[in-house]
C-alpha cells in the first residue's frame, strides 16, 4: 500500500474518533441540563406543596379576581386630595415642634376641624375625647390615628343591603334631595352597578318640572343599560311614580329608582310633593318606597346638615349619599353628618364619571382623609 494512502487513512481515524467523543461529550451535557431543569421543577412543586392551603387561595383571589381593593383605596385618596391635603398639612403644622398636646395645640386643632366643615359640635366632642387620650399622644403620627379612631366611631354601623338577595321585587328606592346635589348623576351611578351584578333596573322620571331633566335622565339609563318611564313636561311627578311601580311588576324589574325634583324656592311645596310620590308608591306597592335616600352635595359644607335634618323631619331617610366629595377641601362634613343624624352613609360621590361612586366604608373613608 502507497505510503501517503496509510497517512490518510490513519488520519481519518483519528478524526473519526475525535467526533464520537465529541458527541459522546454533547449527549452528556443534554442530560445533565435535562436533570437540572427536573431539579428546579420538582423543588417549585415542594414549596407549593408546603405553602397552607389558604394562602395559596389568598394569593389566587388577590391576583385573579380581586385587583380593586388597592385601586379602591387609591382612586378615593386621588379624588379626596383637597380635603387629604388640607388636613393633613393642618394636622402636622398644628403639632409641629411639639411633643404632646397643649392648650394651644388643642385650640388650633379644633379651629382645622371646624375649618374642614367637621361642624362645631362633632369637632368640640372629637377635641373631648383626644383630651381622653393625650396621655399617650406624643408624636403626629399617635395624633393621626387617634383622630382616626374617633372619627371611625362618629359613622353608624349598618348591615348594607344585599341587593344580590334582595327580599322584594321591584325592590324601591326613592332618591330625594335639593336642586343640583347631584341626584340624577347619581341614579345613573347606582344604576350602573345594579347592571353589573346583573340586576333589571327601571327609573322613573319624576322630576317633571324641567324637560331638561327627563332628557338627562334618559342618557343616564341608556349609559347604565336601565329602562325608564316618563311622562311629559309638568305631569304629576305621583302619577309617574304609580306608572314607574306599574311597569316595573308587569316587567318583572328587580330595582325600581325614583328620581325626583328638588327647587327648594317652594320649599313646603316640595315636601308636600315628595309625601305625595312617596304615598303613591306603597298604594301600588305595599311596603315600598323600601329605602328612601338622600343626596348631598359635600361642596355646600355646613348647609348640607340643615337640608338633611329638613328632609329627614318631613320624609324619613333611611340612608343618605353625599357627592363632589372630590371637588371640595371640607370632606369632614361627612363626619358631622353622620355624627349628627346617626343615619347610615350608603355612597359617596367623588367625580362625574359613571364609576365614580363608591359604596361608603367608613374605616377605608377615614385611611384616605389624611
Ligand atoms: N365633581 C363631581 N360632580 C358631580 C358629582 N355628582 C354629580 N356631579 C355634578 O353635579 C351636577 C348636578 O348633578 P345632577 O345629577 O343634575 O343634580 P340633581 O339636580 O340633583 O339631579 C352635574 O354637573 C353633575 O355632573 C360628584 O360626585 N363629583
Ligand atoms: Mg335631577
Known amino acids: 500500500m502507497p505510503e501517503n494512502i496509510i497517512i490518510y487513512a490513519s488520519m ?21 441540563k435535562n436533570r437540572k431543569v427536573k431539579e428546579v421543577i420538582i423543588k ?3 414549596t407549593e406543596e408546603e405553602k397552607p392551603q389558604e394562602e395559596k387561595r389568598y394569593e389566587y383571589e388577590k391576583e385573579i379576581s380581586h385587583p380593586e381593593p388597592v385601586s379602591i383605596l387609591k382612586r378615593l385618596e386621588e379624588q379626596l386630595s383637597k380635603t387629604r391635603n388640607a ?24 379651629e382645622l376641624l371646624i375649618t374642614s366643615d367637621v361642624g362645631v359640635k362633632t369637632s368640640t366632642e372629637l377635641i373631648q375625647r383626644i383630651v381622653k ?12 390615628t387617634a383622630l382616626k379612631e374617633e372619627i371611625f366611631s362618629f359613622f353608624p354601623a349598618s348591615s348594607p343591603i344585599d341587593y344580590n338577595n334582595i327580599k322584594n321585587k321591584p325592590h324601591v328606592i326613592m332618591i330625594i334631595g335639593v ?13 350602573a352597578k345594579f347592571k353589573d351584578i346583573g340586576k333589571k333596573t327601571l327609573i322613573g322620571a319624576c322630576d317633571t318640572f324641567r324637560a331638561a331633566a327627563a332628557e338627562q335622565l334618559t342618557i343616564w339609563s341608556e349609559r347604565a343599560g336601565a329602562e325608564i318611564v316618563r311622562h311629559k313636561e309638568n305631569s304629576d311627578p305621583a302619577a309617574v311614580a304609580f306608572d314607574s311601580i306599574d311597569a316595573a311588576i308587569a316587567r318583572g324589574i328587580d330595582i325600581v329608582m325614583i328620581d325626583t325634583a328638588g327647587r327648594l324656592h317652594t320649599r313646603v311645596n316640595l315636601m308636600e310633593e315628595l309625601k305625595k310620590i312617596k304615598r303613591s308608591i306603597s298604594n301600588k306597592l305595599q311596603g315600598a318606597p323600601h329605602e328612601i335616600l338622600l343626596v348631598l352635595d359635600a361642596t355646600t359644607g355646613q348647609n348640607a346638615l340643615s337640608q338633611a335634618k329638613m328632609f329627614h323631619e318631613a320624609l324619613g331617610i333611611t340612608g343618605i349619599i353625599v357627592t363632589k366629595l372630590d371637588g371640595t377641601a371640607k370632606g369632614g362634613v361627612v363626619a358631622a353628618i353622620c355624627h349628627t343624624l346617626n343615619i347610615p352613609l350608603k355612597y359617596i360621590g367623588i367625580g362625574e364619571k359613571i364609576e365614580d361612586l363608591q359604596d361608603f366604608d367608613a374605616k377605608q373613608f377615614v385611611d384616605a382623609l389624611f
Do not use: Q, Y
Open 133 to 144: 387620650k393625650s396621655g399617650s399622644i406624643s408624636d403626629v403620627s399617635k395624633l393621626k
Open 12 to 32: 481519518i481515524d483519528v478524526w473519526g474518533e475525535l467526533l464520537v467523543v465529541l458527541l459522546l461529550m454533547l449527549l452528556l451535557k443534554i442530560r445533565i
Open 87 to 110: 388636613l393633613s398639612a393642618g394636622i402636622e403644622r398644628v403639632f409641629k415642634g411639639k411633643s404632646g398636646l397643649d392648650d394651644d395645640t388643642l385650640e388650633e386643632l379644633e
Open 179 to 191: 336642586n343640583g346635589v347631584g341626584k340624577t348623576t347619581t341614579i345613573g351611578k347606582i344604576a
Open 44 to 46: 417549585k412543586e415542594k
